[in-house]
């Protein structure tokens, strides 16, 4: 089974930030698009940004100047760096691995004053 590992949640005040990081084997890391998603309490889990093996990103508009996607190859990780948060921000966050289509368990992020 392999492993896909976020980490880095927790609770912040409306206008905090969050850094989330997600780890998977290198084998599959480095040759896969890397997406980060959420899903807030009674909604559909959504894609919130994803990063290809050479480092082009895709945001939804709702996160687009706040949120930012990157990668480090050489570290298996991807990390989301998460700034001027806002209480619609409050979901688990879960990283996915495209080529395999696996999914780590997630990191829940609570934004509330």
């Known amino acids: 089974q392999v492993q896909v590992v976020e980490s880095g949640g927790g609770l912040v005040q409306p206008g905090g930030s969050l850094r989330l990081s997600c780890t998977a084997p290198?084998?599959?890391?480095?040759?896969?698009?890397m997406g980060w998603y959420r899903q807030a309490p009674g909604k559909q889990r959504e894609l919130v940004a994803a990063?290809?093996?050479?480092?082009?990103?895709n945001y939804t508009d709702s996160i687009k100047d706040r949120f930012t996607i990157s990668r480090d190859n050489a570290k298996n990780t991807v990390v989301l760096q998460m700034n001027n948060l806002k209480p619609e921000d409050t979901a688990i966050y879960y990283c996915?691995?495209?080529?395999?289509?696996?999914w780590g368990r997630g990191t829940q992020v609570t934004v509330s004053s």
């Open positions: 996915r691995n495209y080529l395999y289509n696996y």
């Open positions: 290198g084998s599959i890391f480095r040759l896969s698009i």
């Open positions: 990063i290809t093996p050479g480092g082009a990103t």
